[in-house]
């Protein structure tokens, strides 16, 4: 008898495949009714396999009594409750490192892209305004520059590392000094931002983190100050974000998350000093394939009775 699980949102074809083969896969996100569909068959539910950022809600949680386990297909905990977990004994478990080096990529990415008005060049071509001889205003240079990075895990190693051929000047805020690390540490937010030219948010998001970034650091910053989020919206007071962006009170963002996703601040859409993505700083083939990969041996150790390969708790 294959076990069923609920798959919450999509994973690439060759991993449902796969996910199919060796389970009654339930697809929470096709559903036209997704509450029937955990009413009917939530009592035969045994796994989970769910993304980072969507995790599993407290609703469908309490709709799978049966539930054993739940496979993130990302390295963010923060949308899984993890006390109700353990309470329940229900293991969960993660993709750590497969994702990292995209992740660290994305986040550089970002950092040029807004720094060097990319997305804004694009669309000064596409428009015929360079035909036309229009003027475009000048970048911002990032070789030297100061990088403040806000979390310096696994994710924010890989920024810092690929930081150091620009000969950036790393510094860094965690919670505590990160041990094997040469960065300057620096123990807060905003004494790191008012040292920092690029401030790159690469800390786990949860009640820890939530809203560690708002109006001080943004003004500690300052109006030639960029601000790169690879991590989390919640981590970030996005209302500050937002206003300090419209009054040009720090130079300009590259995000790939937000608080409400995904929702974007319309406020946003028409500023030429932020660079948008829609959370995909994973979202390559070879990860995405790692990941799942990962996302299936998780769920087949479990179901096989053997030790899981990348469990959280
Ligand atoms: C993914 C993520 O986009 O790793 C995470 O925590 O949020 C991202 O890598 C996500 O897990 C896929 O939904």
Redesign the pocket.
């Known amino acids: 008898m294959k076990p069923d699980i609920l798959l919450i ?1 999509p994973m690439m074809a060759t991993i449902e495949q796969s996910l199919d083969q060796n389970y009654v896969v339930h697809r929470f996100f096709t559903s036209s009714d997704p509450m029937r569909l955990l009413n009917d068959v939530g009592g035969r539910i045994r796994g989970i396999a769910t ?4 995790g599993v809600s407290p609703a469908i949680f309490d709709a799978l009594p049966k539930l054993e386990i739940i496979a ?5 905990t923060d949308a899984v409750d993890l006390n109700k977990a353990k309470a329940r004994g229900v293991r969960v478990t993660t993709t750590p490192n497969v ?1 990292t080096d995209d ?1 660290a990529d994305l986040g550089i990415a970002l950092l040029l892209a807004v720094s060097r008005g990319l997305c804004v060049g694009d669309r000064f071509v596409r428009d015929g305004h360079w035909a036309r001889q229009a003027a475009l205003p000048l970048a911002r240079k990032i070789t030297g520059k100061r990088l403040g990075i806000f979390g310096m895990g696994r994710i924010g190693r890989a920024i810092a590392r690929r930081a150091e051929p620009f000969d950036m000047k790393i510094a860094y805020t965690d919670l505590n000094p990160v041990a094997d690390v040469s960065y300057d540490f620096v123990p807060d937010a905003i004494a790191l931002a008012s040292r920092s030219d690029f401030f790159v948010i690469a800390a786990a998001g949860g009640p820890q983190s939530k809203s560690a970034i708002g109006h001080r650091v943004f003004e500690a910053l300052g109006p030639d100050g960029f601000v790169v989020n690879v991590a989390r919206g919640s981590v970030v007071d996005e209302e500050a974000l937002v206003s300090a962006l419209v009054e040009r009170r720090i130079a300009g963002a590259g995000l790939d998350v937000f608080a409400d996703e995904p929702n974007v601040p319309s406020a946003l859409l028409g500023l030429d000093n932020v660079v948008l993505q829609p ?5 390559t083939i070879e990860t995405r394939i790692a990941m799942g990969e990962l996302v299936l041996a998780n769920l087949a150790a479990h179901f096989a009775g053997v030790p899981l390969k990348t469990p959280v708790i």
Do not use: T, Y
């Open positions: 949102e993304g980072g950022g969507a993130i297909n990302g390295v963010g994702l992740v959370h995909r700083a994973s979202a």
